[in-house]
């Protein structure tokens, strides 16, 4: 999948052993990532719907992207318009994973 970056780049996305080494890393693993996506409110009424979508995209893009990137260089570079085709595309992607459920992120 091609994008095109808030700088003017073009990123070629792939579904790559590096990036699921990123997914792993996100605390409680790809199963918790799962529940966070999916938009359950906790205690006190608030979801990890974007953060679970920003770990998402930040395992995309630091895996696939020339240089290293940190977590907030790694969102910025997304446009808003091209969120919900990464997340989409890294879902069709996951080996296994067909059952990660679709986040709602839109603003």
Known sequence: MEIELKNGETLILEVSSL???YVEDYKGGIEQLKKDAQGNKDANGYTKTMYATNQLLYA????NYDMPLTYRQAVRLVKLEDIDRIIQFI?????GEETLPQTQHRM
């Open 60 to 63: 995309i893009m630091a895996s």
């Open 19 to 21: 990036m699921l080494e």
């Open 91 to 95: 879902i069709n992607n996951l080996p």
